[in-house]
């Protein structure tokens, strides 16, 4: 919850357009990230959760990511910001197997127009999961969960 | 003449208010639907936006988004492909049906949409809904043209 109150206060602190999805796979189908090394029922290291983190935040570290995205930015002038947040917990597969995952919702902060926004967090969020298989996470479909176990934002 | 000019001249005005409108006879929209054509609709601070390609084989194939927000932030869903079958019925009303998408319960099973062709234009086409009676459009889309802007 405390994650979502800093999403939310970064989201109203700008004066900008901020556009915001939750991830999801190619098909369209909402999914959650398993933390790696996480157990059920216990804190997940610190360390690990800050390499996932950072591990999805890599194509968004040369100042030119933005190009990637917009159809049209100057990187002179335009202004753009990712962030990725989300809550974490326990959850359970429908066939049983117990995992620690994030629900991360992605946001995308800019200073161009609404539309231009929220077409460039689309490709943006594709990116994200795109590098969340690249890095070895593993993407579970939020369908595939147990409806008691599945992450309530 | 002057009698006939005076009751001709409303006929004329009916004729130029009314607008140009194309055939809605199946058999003349059918080659008229083939190509790519986007929608908007919007439900309150809810925004609906689908792009949809009608094949010549009775499938169609595009994708929906969908847009929530207000002011300087706006939250959007996860895009949703989907794939359809096409046909007219035996009234001319453009039936939808078989419709699939990857994204599990998106589409009721075995549910199928009705909808009357009120007008169409090359660039154009305006629907009445069998199920709700509201009133939309398809409007052709435009290569390289940039997309209009979102109206919730």
């Not at chain 2, 809810?46 to 706006?74: C, V």
Request: proline content about 8%; aromatic content about 8%; glycine content about 6%.
């Amino acid at each position: 919850m405390r994650l979502l109150l800093w999403l939310f206060l970064w989201v109203f602190a700008a004066c900008s357009h901020t556009a915001i999805s939750p991830l999801s796979d190619p098909q369209g189908n909402l999914v959650v990230l398993e933390v790696p090394k996480a157990r059920p029922g216990k804190e997940p290291d610190s360390k690990v959760l800050e390499k996932v983190f950072s591990d999805l935040a890599k194509p968004f570290e040369t100042r030119a990511w933005p190009l990637q995205h917009f159809q049209e930015f100057d990187l002179s002038s335009d202004h753009a910001e990712v962030l990725v947040a989300g809550p974490m917990g326990d959850l359970e597969t429908l066939s049983g197997r117990s995992f620690v995952g994030i629900l991360p919702l992605v946001a995308l902060r800019s200073n161009q127009s609404a539309e231009s926004t929220e077409n460039a967090l689309r490709s943006v969020a594709a990116e994200i999961h795109r590098q969340a298989l690249r890095s070895g996470l593993r993407s579970v479909r939020v369908d595939d969960l147990k409806e008691e176990k599945k992450p309530k934002a | 003449m002057k009698p006939l000019a005076l009751a001709l001249f409303p006929a004329l005005f009916v004729s130029c208010a009314a607008p140009p409108s194309g055939s809605t006879d199946p058999a003349r929209v059918r080659p008229l639907l083939m190509g790519t054509w986007t929608s908007h609709r919007s439900e309150g601070s809810t925004a609906i936006y689908m792009e949809k390609t009608f094949h010549p084989d009775g499938t169609a194939n595009g994708f929906i988004d969908i847009r929530s927000g207000t002011g300087n932030t706006s939250l959007l869903l996860p895009r949703v492909p989907f794939q359809s079958r096409w046909k007219f019925d035996a009234e001319g009303d453009l039936v939808t049906y078989d419709m699939r998408s990857e994204v599990i319960g998106f589409f009721e099973p075995g549910k199928s949409t009705h909808d009357r062709i009120l007008r169409t234009q090359p660039d154009r086409i305006d629907f009445i809904s069998g199920e709700t009676g509201d009133r939309f459009s398809f409007h052709r889309k435009q290569p390289k043209r940039a997309p209009t802007s979102w109206s919730l």
